[in-house]
Structures are given as structure tokens and as C-alpha cells.
């Protein structure tokens, strides 16, 4: 068969590169669909891109997503009960979601040229990730099959508040159900030519292939194969220092690159990440701050037991460590998960939420901290409590279990292909 891959960016496109060549490997024909700019991105994995002209995320999202980042928080947070949050405030969020981030990430240039190649050549099944709507909307108005690969809980959360909503408008009279997103769908797959109308799996994937362990799941009531999470670290040397053994127990700290400078002003992380390495001097630990060249040049003379390096490929680095400090970004969690180590996740930024963070809690092996009350006080705190209560350790080594317990991408293709079928067959 042939599958299709639509990816946003980068980073999310290298979680798709074992599912992509597990299909390859077993003789189907992929492309991986991509923003131009990321085209050496994909061709660097040796799978084949579709150039897509289209302006990078950061380029499409300007300030009017931070309200809508602001109101999900309000109504999306456990704190609450988001089934009791108002009707208006629901739909408040719905109205600013859509212009704010879902028409921007999917905009009509994009959607017009990826049609396009979906029409040539014709696939069998798409795949897509997080934001990539994209992908469902070229399913449907092509008549292909499509699945979404589930890149950590914050969209599934998102999902939770669509259900929330979905259920609002339908206690509302009829001529009061309004639905921004399904009123944008509807008027893009009209645009496109196609006779097919909104449904919600547009937003949820027909069925979803999920990477996350089943205790971390939030079940939405969709069909889902489960897959183990494979690291994908892109072009990447491992230095010589990291094949000896670690004379103590090992900390790795870094942000990757989620973490705008903007916010890292606002949070004064370097200034943070400066007091933390101070204090954790005198402590029997090595600590490796894996750090991009702004972050390290704006730090002062480091401790001796701080090894400043430039990016260090986690899979090879995990095994060695005893906590990992990061960014909450998904592929270094979910590295560190499947290497059963104990993590410490700073959120609050963006679009990882707070409530991220307290999903990632409920682990029982992770910290998590808000970027508004990071301190290096608060950070060494968390630390300490991960190195020296061994129910965190326990707990990782569990998850860790339960991960490597999981179907890997190549035993997961024969269900693809027979999900493929049946939609097929039944279109």
C-alpha cells in the first residue's frame, strides 16, 4: 500500500521515522509530506519528502494563540471539572483555537498543494501527527484511510476538551449549536472540492497509534494500537567521554528547543540554570548540561563536576543517568520512560501546560515544576527527591517494563495494513 506522512515540524516528524521505516521495510511505498525548509530533515532519515511551500510554525503562530493557550488552561485544567465549565466558555475556546493555531498550521496554501499530491499519487493511508490536521483533511478528500500518531498527552487533553464541548453544543437548541472547527472543515474540504462534510475524526484519527504506556493513556473511546516508543535522534555522533563508565550517579539538565528565548527571558532560566549548577556543586553527582551554544554562553564558570556539552543523542545518554531534568518536550520524556529513568519536567510554557505536568505526575516517577515558580532552589529540591527516594526509581523501572512489554513499529504493520482494508472496503 502506500502510506503518507504529514508532520509540522522537525522534532514531531523524527517520532514518525520508525513507523515509516518499519512500512518501508515491509515493502510498502512511503512519502513523508514536509514544509520545504525541513526537506533535509526527512531526506537525512533516507525516506523520500514531498516539499510543501508553506511559512515554519513559529512563523504562523503570533501572539493571539497565547490567549487561546491562556483560555484551554482555564478550562482544560484537572483543578477543575471541565465537564461543568460553561457552555460560552467552551465555545469562546473553540472560536479562538481555530484562527489562533488550527487555520494557521493548516492553511489553505498547504492544504492545496497536499491535495494535490494526494490526488497523483493516490494513498492508501495517511499518517499524521499532533497538529497536523492537515493530514485528515487530504484523507477525506481523497478517500484514504488515516491515523493519527498520538506525540504525548497534551493533545489528548485537547481531545478531552473537544469531547466536553461536543456534548455542551449538543444539549444547546438547534439554531445555538455553533462549532468553529467543524464550520472551518466543512468550508475547507468544500474549497477542495470534496463532497465529504466534517466528522469529528478529522480531529481524533480514524484510529490512533499511540506511543505512551497504558497506565499513562487517557482513553478517548477510539480505535488504538498500541506502539513502542523507538528514539529517533537524527544525524548524531556519540562523544568518546560518554562510552566510559560514570564515576557517580549522572544528571542530565537540558531545554532542547522548545523553549522559546522569549520565554526563557520572561522565566530568567539562564539565571536559573546558573544558581542550580552552584548549588548542586558540592553534591557526589556529575551533571551533564546538554545545552545549545546560547544557553551555555550565557552561563558563568561552571563547577567542576558540570560537564557543559553541546547535544548529546538521549538514547545513549539515558541509560547512564540517574534523573533527567527537560523541557517536557515529548521525545526526550518518552526516551527517558522507556529507559526507566526519573525525570523532572518544567512546565507552564506555551502549549506545555501546567496540567501537562500534572498528568505526567501521576506516573509516580516524574517531578514536574511550573516555569512561573522555577527557582534553583525548587529545581535542586526535586532533584534530591528523585536520587534519594527509591520510589521513583521503582516506578520508572516499571514504566520501563510496561514499554519494552509493547508491540514495536515492525508488529504493528500487518494491523495497519488490515485497519487499511476494512476502511477501504467499506468506503
Known amino acids: 500500500m502506500r502510506v503518507l506522512f504529514t508532520s509540522i515540524e522537525g522534532n514531531h516528524f523524527h517520532q514518525m521515522v520508525p513507523l515509516a521505516w518499519a512500512l518501508r521495510t515491509a515493502g510498502h511505498e512511503v512519502l513523508a509530506a514536509c514544509n520545504e525548509q525541513l526537506v533535509d530533515t526527512v531526506t537525512q532519515t533516507g525516506l523520500t519528502a514531498v516539499p510543501i511551500k508553506s511559512p515554519t510554525l513559529w512563523e504562523q503562530l503570533d501572539d493571539f494563540q497565547k490567549e487561546a493557550i491562556s ?79 498520538v506525540s504525548g498527552p497534551e493533545l489528548a487533553l485537547q481531545m478531552v476538551t473537544r469531547g466536553h464541548f461536543v456534548r455542551h453544543r449538543d444539549q444547546q437548541p438547534e439554531p445555538l449549536r455553533e462549532d468553529p472547527t467543524a464550520e472551518w472543515l466543512d468550508w475547507t474540504l468544500e474549497r477542495l472540492g470534496s463532497d465529504r462534510r466534517f466528522e469529528e475524526t478529522m480531529l481524533t484519527g480514524q484510529w490512533v497509534v499511540d506511543t505512551r504506556p497504558g497506565s499513562l493513556r487517557q482513553e478517548l473511546d477510539l480505535p488504538t494500537v498500541p506502539m513502542r ?46 544558581a542550580l549548577f552552584q548549588s548542586l556543586a558540592g553534591l557526589d553527582v556529575e551533571i551533564i548540561a546538554a545545552l545549545d551554544p546560547a544557553q551555555r554562553d550565557a552561563l558563568p564558570e561552571l563547577p567542576a563536576n558540570i560537564r557543559a556539552t553541546d547535544f548529546v543523542p538521549l538514547n545513549e545518554l539515558a541509560p547512564s543517568c540517574s534523573v533527567i531534568v527537560h523541557h517536557a518536550g515529548y521525545q526526550t520524556k518518552a526516551t527517558a520512560d522507556l529507559h526507566g529513568v526519573p525525570q523532572v519536567v518544567i512546565v507552564g510554557y506555551e502549549w506545555v501546560s501546567e496540567d501537562m505536568g500534572e498528568e505526567y505526575e501521576k506516573s509516580g516517577a516524574t517531578l514536574a515544576v511550573s516555569a512561573r515558580d522555577l527557582t534553583a532552589e525548587v529545581l535542586r529540591e526535586k532533584i534530591l527527591r528523585l536520587l534519594d527516594e527509591p520510589s521513583y526509581a521503582e516506578r520508572a523501572r516499571d514504566l520501563r517494563s510496561e514499554i519494552r512489554a509493547m508491540p514495536t513499529p515492525n508488529e504493528i504493520v500487518p494491523v495497519l495494513e488490515k485497519m487499511t482494508r476494512e476502511h477501504r472496503a467499506g468506503r
Open 229 to 274: 516508543y523507538v528514539p529517533y535522534n537524527g544525524r548524531c555522533a556519540v562523544p568518546a567521554w560518554l562510552h566510559e563508565p560514570a564515576g557517580r550517579r549522572r544528571v542530565c539538565v537540558t531545554l532542547g528547543t522548545s523553549i522559546t528565548s522569549e520565554d526563557s527571558e520572561r522565566f530568567r532560566l539562564n539565571d536559573t540554570l546558573a
Open 71 to 149: 483560555l484551554f488552561n482555564e478550562i482544560g485544567t484537572s483543578k477543575q471539572d471541565p465537564s461543568k465549565v460553561a457552555w460560552e466558555d467552551h465555545l469562546s475556546y473553540e472560536n479562538m483555537v481555530v484562527p489562533a493555531l488550527y487555520q494557521p498550521l493548516n492553511n489553505d496554501a498547504q492544504l492545496d498543494q497536499l491535495v494535490e499530491v494526494a490526488r497523483s499519487w493516490q494513498p492508501d493511508l495517511v499518517i499524521w501527527e499532533s497538529f497536523s490536521i492537515a493530514g485528515a483533511i487530504v484523507a477525506v478528500a481523497t478517500g484514504a484511510a488515516h491515523a493519527r500518531l
